[in-house]
């Protein structure tokens, strides 16, 4: 079975401060890895998501990813936050057709 | 505007109790997911339906039931052997989930707490 391991469970950063959340899967075939962000009360939305190519991946609100096969890593990286990047972050991964399998959260909180 | 719309936003439920969370889609997607949060515990799924008329378990189905008999609806009932149903539950679709990648659209979720 897939898993997905956030290695930190909280983040704070200062704003303008580079950011980087942690994700390691498990899994010895190809499979496929997003991540989702979650703001306070409300359901996850798409950031980003490795499927095959490029190994860097670029998404929404400046975020990218790096897909490292050999380490089994995703992190996601942002060079300069803002305030409203204070939400939880969700690494996810899923092989074939079956459901996608989450990481337990990171909660990212950007200091003024 | 095409979403997930899950109801109600807070439900209580008390003691012995089943309770029906409500998950309705207008994206004309083929699959529907449940999943339970809990806090620094990520998402766990409790089922999932690829087509009508069918559903599988996930990790945690134990004390759940859902019924899938129209592609746009996919309730979930938190039965009374569900013994710690106090938790954020989210609804999600995917257009067919047989494809690979596909991404998950969300719900807002339903805060359910034990009076």
């Known amino acids: 079975a897939q898993s997905v391991t956030q290695l930190d469970s909280q983040v704070p950063v200062f704003e303008e401060a580079p950011v980087e959340l942690r994700c390691n899967y498990s899994?010895?075939?190809?499979?496929?890895l997003f991540w989702y962000v979650q703001y306070p009360n409300q359901g996850l939305q798409l950031l980003l998501k490795y499927l095959s190519g490029s190994t860097l991946v670029k998404g929404i609100n400046g975020f990218e990813a790096e897909f490292n096969k050999s380490q089994t890593s995703f992190h996601l990286r942002k060079p300069s936050v803002h305030i409203s990047d204070t939400a939880e972050y969700f690494c996810?991964?899923?092989?074939?057709?079956?459901?996608?399998?989450f990481g337990k959260g990171t909660r990212l909180s950007v200091i003024a | 505007d095409g979403g997930i719309t899950q109801s109600p936003k807070y439900l209580f439920r008390k003691e012995g109790q089943n309770v029906t969370l409500s998950c309705e889609q207008n994206?004309?997607?083929?699959?529907m997911y449940w999943y339970r949060q809990d806090p620094g515990q990520g998402l766990r799924l409790i089922y999932y339906s690829q087509i009508v008329n069918d559903f599988q378990k996930g990790d945690i189905a134990e004390g759940y039931s859902v019924s899938r008999e129209k592609k746009e609806s996919f309730p979930l009932t938190v039965t009374s052997a569900q013994k710690n149903p106090t938790a954020f539950y989210l609804c999600?679709?995917?257009?067919?989930?047989?494809?690979?990648?596909?991404?998950?659209?969300f719900g807002s979720g339903t805060q359910l707490s034990v009076l």
């Open positions: 996810a991964v899923g092989k074939g057709n079956t459901p996608l399998v």
């Open positions: 994206l004309n997607h083929d699959a």
């Open positions: 899994s010895s075939v190809s499979v496929y």
């Open positions: 999600a679709s995917s257009p067919s989930g047989t494809a690979i990648g596909e991404k998950l659209f």
